[in-house]
């Protein structure tokens, strides 16, 4: 029933069966498979681990720009010749992607700042959605 479909039994001589619902489904037919085989034994659950330092907080949600790779980059620091540390985001693959994770967080900041509401913006986004909710 949650992905829409409900399950006629067996009936004498007739094999069970299942048929679309007049309902509207809750999930997905593969999101219903993949619980159902998780639950079975037949496929491991894949816990998310996301694990942030202070200076990558980006890594595991930028895609390589290289369009042949399209994986997720990754960050790690590199010590200098000085003994400093320098954070970097860069591809798992041999594709070469790497760069400055400063840059990166700062190019990110930016963006968030430049499509955060300006001071008074706030309320008429408050008084727009309550009129249409009305």
Known sequence: MYCGKIFIPPYKEEKGYFVKGQ?????????????????????????LKIVAMDNLPLR?????????????LTGSASKGKMGNYYYYYHCTSSCGVRFKAETANEAFLKQLRYMSPKRGHGRCFYRSLYKRLQ
């Open 23 to 47: 309902h509207e489904p809750l999930i997905s037919e593969k999101t219903f498979a993949d619980v159902q085989d998780i639950l079975d034994g037949r496929k491991r659950v894949v816990k």
């Open 60 to 72: 595991g949600f930028i895609k390589c720009p290289n369009p042949n790779c399209n994986r997720m």
